[in-house]
C-alpha cells in the first residue's frame, strides 16, 4: 500500500505542471489593492485603489498592490511574476501591467519586496529603474513599518515612468460628464424647435403642410427618445462599473517575462 | 449500392476534416514552442550582453581576480558556441545547451560573491545597476523556461495521444526536449511519507 502511495506520488509530481507556489486566487470582484497580510487600513486601502483605478482607466496601465504573509517557498520575483502571469494583470494588448508584492517583516524572517513589470513596460521600467523605486522609496518607509507610504510612493514613481510609454485613453468621469452635458443640451434645443413648430402648424391652415410636420415631429420625436435611451444605456454602463469602489473593471491578461527586481530588509 | 457509396464518402469525408484540423493543430503547437524557445535563447542572450560591461567594471576594482574574470569571459565565449536548431530541440541538445549556460550561471555566481569584498565596487553606480539588471535577467530566464516546458508538455501530449499520434508519427512531428530543474531544486514540490 505504502509503494503504491509512493508510486501514486512520484506519479503526479512528474504530471504535474512546473507551475509555482500556491499564489492566491485571482480576486473577484476584480480589486488592484489586495492586502492578504492586512498591512493598511481600511482607507488607505479605499484611496489606493481609487487612485490606481483612475490611473488605469486613464492610461490603460494596471498596477495591482499584492502584500502577502508568506511566499512560500518561492523568492519574491518569482513570486510576482506568477501573480501577474496567472491573473493576468495588464491589458493583453500591451502587456502593460505591474505588479507590486510586499511580504512584510516579521519577528523571524526578512522583509521582502519586489516589483514585477509586464512585457509591455520592460522598456519603459527597466530593473535598474525598479531596483532604485525599491531601495530609495518603498525600503526606507518600510524599514519605519510604514507600509502605506512605501508603496504609495513606489506607486506615483511606477505611473510617471509606464504613463511616459503606454498612454491609451480608457475614457474618463470628465469625458462622460461632457458627453451627458450635450446630451442634455441637444435635447432642449430639438424640445424648443418642436414647440415651435407646433404653435406655427396650427396657425397654418395648409393640410399638406401640417401633415409634414407630422411627420417631422415624429422624426424628431424618434431622434429625442433615441438619444435619451443612449444616454441611459451608457450610464448604466459606466454605473456597473464604478460600483465598486472606484471602477476598476478587471485584471485584462496581460504577461510577464520576469522583468523588474526585488530587495530586502 | 448509392446508399454504401454514399456512406463511403461521408466517412471519408470526416477522416479527413479530422486529418486537417488535426495536422493544423499540431503544427500550432510546434509553433508556439518554437516561440517559446525563441524567448529562451531571448533571456540568455541578454545575460550574455551584460557579461562584457560587468567583467569590465569589476576588473576596474579588482585586479585580484584574475582568475575568477577569466572563468566568466572563457565560459561565455564557450556558450556562445552552442546554439540550438529550433527545428531539433531534442532532449540532448537542450541538455548541451543548458549545460554550457549553467556554466556562465556558476562563474557569475563566483563574481557576484567575490564582490562583496570590494566595498567600492559595491557602492559603485554603474555596478549596482548591472547586478539588478542580471537578477532580474536570472528572473527572467526562470520564467521563459517554465513557459517553455508548459508548450513542450502541451504539445508532447498532442503528439502522444492516440489517436493524433498516428498523424504525428506520418507527418514526422517527433517530442519536445524539456529543461531539467537546475541544481538548486528547493522549489521542487517534495512529497513525503
Known sequence: MRKFLKFIAAAVSVLMPATLAAIPERPYPPRLVNDFAGIFSPVQKNTLERRLSAFADSTSNQITVVTVTDLEGSSAAEYGTEIGIRWGVGSGKFDNGIVVLVKPKTAGTDGEANISVGYGLEGAIPDSYAKRIIENEMIPAFRSGDYYTGVDKACTVLMKLASGEISEYGGSPGEDMLIVLFTILFIIILVAILSKNKGGGKNNGNRGGGRKRIIDDDFTRGLIIGSLLNSGSGNCGRNSGNGYGGGFGGFGGGDFGGGGASGRW | ??????????????????????????????????????????????????????????????????????????????????????????????????????????????????????????????????????????????????????????????????????????????????????????AAPKVEF
Not at chain 2, 50 to 63: C, E, F, M, S
Not at chain 2, 70 to 88: C, G
Not at chain 2, 100 to 111: H, M
Open chain 2, 1 to 186: 449500392m448509392k446508399k454504401a457509396l454514399i456512406i463511403i464518402v461521408a466517412v471519408m469525408a470526416v477522416i479527413a476534416i479530422w486529418a486537417v484540423t488535426g495536422y493544423n493543430g499540431l503544427v500550432s503547437g510546434e509553433e508556439k514552442v518554437r516561440a517559446a524557445w525563441s524567448q529562451v535563447e531571448n533571456v540568455y542572450q541578454r545575460r550574455l550582453d551584460l557579461i562584457p560591461n560587468l567583467v569590465a567594471t569589476v576588473k576596474g576594482y579588482a585586479q585580484h581576480e584574475q582568475g575568477t574574470l577569466e572563468s566568466v569571459v572563457a565560459a561565455r565565449s564557450k556558450a556562445t558556441q552552442i546554439s540550438v536548431d529550433p527545428n531539433m530541440l531534442t532532449e540532448e541538445s537542450i541538455a548541451e545547451f543548458q549545460e554550457a549556460q549553467g556554466e556562465i550561471g556558476a562563474a557569475l555566481g563566483r563574481l557576484l560573491a567575490i564582490s562583496e569584498n570590494y566595498p567600492d565596487l559595491k557602492a559603485n553606480q554603474n555596478f549596482m545597476e548591472l547586478q539588478a539588471e542580471l537578477a532580474g535577467t536570472e528572473n527572467r530566464i526562470a520564467t521563459e523556461r517554465r513557459k517553455y516546458n508548459e508548450s513542450a508538455r502541451a504539445y508532447n501530449t498532442m503528439v502522444r495521444r492516440f489517436p493524433r499520434n498516428i498523424l504525428a508519427s506520418m507527418f514526422g512531428f517527433s517530442q519536445k526536449g524539456y529543461f531539467e530543474s537546475d541544481d538548486n531544486a528547493a
